[in-house]
């Protein structure tokens, strides 16, 4: 009986876990990354944070202070690797969870409207203003991995 009951709790929790995977809309990785977040709380506000895990379409940020939900915010995020020039991707959304972290600090979960994508470079020939208004989506890949 006790092999039974085992069973059906690992049953249950395949399904579980099948169901919370079934309602993300990319892949989720885990990056640790430098962020800012931009939001308006009467003024025009700026948060230095850092990435916990990133999607197309979200992001988990660790930050020293916490941001309400339902916010609306741009979170910018700068993907590098050693020390070289980095992509910059942008994405605006609401935050859907914000809470404390375990280590202090904030844990704030950000879903974006649109895919994450690639911020054009200021200055650049390519800047012209079809492209700032619809860049192309990128995909999010392992920065230690190229």
Do not use: W, Y
């Amino acid at each position: 009986m006790r092999r039974e009951s085992s069973a059906t709790s690992a049953d249950n929790l395949e399904c579980l876990v099948e169901h919370q995977q079934e309602q993300r809309r990319s892949r989720r990785f885990a990056i640790k990354q430098s962020a800012i977040v931009r939001h308006k709380d009467g003024v025009s506000h700026q948060l230095d944070a850092e990435t916990c895990n990133a999607s197309l379409f979200g992001v988990l940020l660790s930050a020293p202070e916490s941001i309400p939900g339902a916010s609306e915010v741009q979170v910018e995020l700068r993907l590098c690797r050693d020390g070289m020039q980095g992509v910059l991707l942008r994405g605006e959304g609401k935050v859907v969870r914000s809470e404390t972290g375990h280590t202090g600090g904030f844990r704030i979960a950000v879903a974006f409207d649109q895919p994450l994508t690639e911020k054009p470079r200021q200055g650049t020939a390519a800047n012209d203003s079809a492209e700032e208004k619809t860049p192309a989506p990128l995909a999010i890949c392992n920065p230690k991995v190229r």
